[in-house]
């Protein structure tokens, strides 16, 4: 039988925010590797990353390096009500500050249009081998995926590529998940 999603996400989140830090820090690594090399990256012109927060994987390094590279970069900006999302263009680390949720937002809200994006990355809690995923249970994302036109590109920890997600009829699914070698301990 498989798990309600908000039973679900709970034990994500506490299984998440329990990994040892050293292995964390080489997933991460690994994570950044493999991202960078892959050939939308390097072919993307606007990418799409969000900021992450807490245990999430760290995505600042993927910020840092799409400047460094001279892409376009957007991240997203929420509006709790009505709940919506948006890409805004950032350019460095001034045009940022943190959220009514302490997450960091651009201060622009000068939207990016969505279908510009050549590559997104998505968070979640989990993802599935089809790509689908579990979030934060906002609907965000399954809001403002169907808009973009690029690569979507999810990343996980390996305990947290499962195939016991519950999977529902608006549930917007990644094209590709990034996952480190879980036979690697270190």
């Not at 050549?118 to 995926?145: C, E, K, T």
């Amino acid at each position: 039988m498989m798990m309600e999603k908000p039973v679900l996400r709970e034990l994500l989140k506490k299984q998440r925010d329990g990994l040892d830090p050293d292995l964390v820090q080489m997933w991460n690594q690994e994570l950044h590797h493999r991202f960078w090399q892959l050939p939308q990256y390097q072919d993307a012109e606007v990418i799409m990353v969000y900021l992450s927060f807490g245990s999430e994987i760290d995505t600042w390094p993927l910020l840092r390096r799409a400047w460094e590279d001279g892409k376009r970069t957007a991240v997203p900006k929420v509006r709790k009500y009505p709940k919506e999302m948006f890409a805004v263009e950032v350019y460095g680390s001034e045009d940022l500050e943190p959220s009514f949720w302490g997450i960091y937002e651009p201060i622009s809200d000068e939207v990016l249009d969505p279908a510009l994006i050549d590559l997104i990355v998505v968070p979640a809690l989990a993802f599935n081998s089809q790509g689908y995923r579990i979030g934060y249970g906002g609907g965000y994302y399954d809001r403002f995926l169907p808009q973009v036109r690029g690569c979507k590109v999810g990343m996980c920890y390996p305990p947290f590529l499962r195939e016991d997600l519950p999977v529902f009829p608006w549930d917007q699914k990644v094209d590709l998940v990034i996952c480190p070698d879980a036979g690697k301990k270190g």
